[in-house]
């Protein structure tokens, strides 16, 4: 299966082809016709709206690329990091952090991708408290018990909001399912 962040450049890819054939056809149909100015001027938004999209979908392949690319990365810090950016935000709609963290360690991981996953997190633990109320977040030496039996870290995010039924649990990690309505993309957690 494609994971998001390959679903993310490979949107993006499919999307240039079509952005850069249809720069082809404007740069080619603008001496073939006449234009009034106002359609010459329509003309030009068209060409810069294309670029600008071309920029977007290259802007995210490069971000892809970037995020796709491991490197050791102290995970406790990081977490730290991503909690103190939110922290302010969610504590004015009433949203307080409790945090415990283990000593630095690092770990070979696609950093972006990482911290991604623990904004999102976070930020749907809130979403899911719109009254207010406290998000738990903990990271720990673990090991698996079974199997290879590889040391790691655990992170654990908990909070006392609403929760996710039990029928929509499995789901959580499809893209494009959301329980947000139009206020969700759907593509958060799958990313």
């Known amino acids: 299966p494609v994971d ?64 796709l690319s491991s490197q050791n990365t102290d995970i406790p810090g990081l977490l730290r990091e991503v909690v103190q950016f939110y922290e302010s935000r969610l504590a004015a709609h009433g949203v307080s952090i409790q945090t415990r963290y283990s000593p630095p360690e690092e770990l070979r991981v696609h950093r972006g991708a990482v911290r991604q996953t623990f904004s999102n997190v976070l930020l749907n633990a809130a979403d899911a408290m719109p009254e207010g109320g406290k998000i738990y977040v903990r990271i720990r030496e673990a090991h698996e018990w079974r199997g290879m039996k590889r040391t790691g870290l655990r992170v654990t995010f908990a909070d006392n909001g609403r929760g996710i039924s039990a029928e929509n649990l499995s789901k959580v990690t499809d893209a494009f399912f959301t329980t947000k309505g139009s206020a969700g993309t759907g593509l958060g957690l799958s990313l």
């Open 4 to 67: 998001g962040i390959e679903l993310v450049a490979s949107l993006a890819h499919e999307i240039n082809n079509p952005v850069g054939a249809l720069l082809d056809l404007l740069y080619l149909m603008e001496p073939e016709a006449d234009f009034t100015p106002k359609g010459r001027e329509y003309l030009k938004l068209a060409h810069q709206e294309l670029q600008r999209l071309s920029l977007i979908a290259h802007s995210a392949m490069e971000e892809a690329r970037a995020t």
